[in-house]
């Protein structure tokens, strides 16, 4: 098992080539054992941990904005550099969430439309019928949870705008000058991010609900 770890990982990489090319990734997983129901599971686990990774993130960039509209100016430039580091790593941190974010869609498209696809397959009636009202339901389940995720990266653009702003701004105004203009607005950043992470706790909540559905279904 230890010698296929490898070779899962990267086969897990398949979904950024084209969609033909997924296609034969998946035949080649499937042969592993790994189906697109749980490729899917994984790749909301991976959504939610890069969610938590960039909710610290942007907490830190607060910090680091706190940091600015205390210092003296003198340290104004050193502060800058602190402050631009941290936006630079919550932006990375929030191209990660939107690239999960499609990688999951992208699976759950192909596994929707496979599991309706197969539906024809069956020549029980009732057993069809049982496996269309749990496709129906587990539809249902991630609409919710696709619906969180969407909102939760909705909510980084503003934010992340913000924080550009005044990176931009300290790096043309390193002077104390600078220092004035940006405490007044201290606050209502401090609410954008709150309401940025409270976006990001819900998305994150609404995944781990979706795993723990589909890891307890047969």
């Known amino acids: 098992m230890l010698k296929l770890m490898p070779v899962m990982a990267a086969l897990m990489l398949a979904p950024v080539f084209l969609s033909g090319c997924a296609t034969a990734a998946y035949e080649v997983q499937e042969r592993f054992g790994i189906e697109k129901r749980d490729i899917l599971v994984d790749r909301v686990k991976g959504v939610a941990k890069s969610q938590i990774e960039a909710k610290e993130e942007f907490a830190d960039a607060l910090e680091a ?3 600015v509209v205390a210092v003296d100016a003198g340290e104004l430039e050193d502060v800058y550099d602190d402050l631009s580091r941290a936006y630079d790593r919550a932006d990375d941190q929030a ?4 690239s999960r974010v499609k990688s999951v869609k992208r699976v759950s498209r192909d596994l929707f ?3 309706e696809a197969e539906l024809s397959e069956y020549s ?9 009202r749990q496709l129906r339901e587990t539809e249902r389940r991630y609409e919710v949870l696709v619906d969180k995720m ?7 653009d503003p934010v ?3 924080f550009k702003d005044r990176v931009l701004y300290l790096k043309h105004n390193l002077n104390a000058r600078a220092i004035a ?3 007044a607005e201290t606050a209502d950043l401090e609410d954008d991010v709150a309401r940025l992470i409270a976006e990001m706790e819900q998305s994150i909540s609404a995944a781990d609900a979706f795993i ?3 890891d307890g279904s047969v």
Not at 124 to 132: H, K, M, Q, V, Y
């Open 95 to 98: 191209n990660e969430v939107r």
């Open 160 to 162: 992340l705008s913000v």
């Open 212 to 214: 723990a559905e589909m």
């Open 65 to 67: 904005f706190r940091a």
């Open 181 to 183: 203009a940006l405490n």
């Open 113 to 115: 439309k496979e599991w």
């Open 150 to 156: 969407d909102d939760a990266t909705g909510s980084m």
């Open 124 to 132: 029980d009636a009732g057993l069809r019928r049982a496996s269309e």
